[in-house]
């Protein structure tokens, strides 16, 4: 499976962005995809996970009403939208994929390279 993240950019406080992940491969949909993120000097950490169907979502607290996971397995994509920006949302965001939403970041199967947020006050 081959991830590639796309989407990231400078934007306010208070902006919006969109993320896209692609994914290859014909069992897509079997996958939970997440989305972690890894802000300069800090360790990875889990952002949203949803399962393979779409039908459950999971939010850390921190994005919690603000950011939005949503998959389309028809195209193999899994989206994030990040509403309401911070300047500690600054960071490297990238897509995995596992059998389960997993908070875990060595549980991950596969890493997208990464898309760079930056949120400026």
């Known amino acids: 499976v081959q991830l590639q993240a796309s989407g990231g950019g400078l934007v306010q406080a208070g902006g919006s962005l969109r993320l896209s992940c692609a994914a290859s491969g014909r069992t897509f949909s079997s996958y939970a995809m997440n989305w972690f993120r890894q802000a300069p000097g800090k360790e990875r950490e889990f952002v949203a996970g949803?399962?393979?169907?779409?039908?459950?979502?999971y939010y850390a607290d921190s994005v919690k009403g603000r950011f939005t996971i949503s998959r389309d397995n028809a195209k193999n994509t899994v989206y994030l939208g990040l509403n309401s920006l911070k300047p500690e949302d600054t960071a490297v965001y990238y897509c995995?994929?596992?059998?389960?939403?997993?908070?875990?970041?060595?549980?991950?199967?596969?890493w997208g390279q990464g898309t760079q947020v930056t949120v400026s006050s």
């Open positions: 995995s994929v596992d059998t389960v939403i997993s908070t875990r970041v060595f549980s991950q199967h596969y």
């Open positions: 949803i399962n393979g169907n779409g039908g459950s979502t």
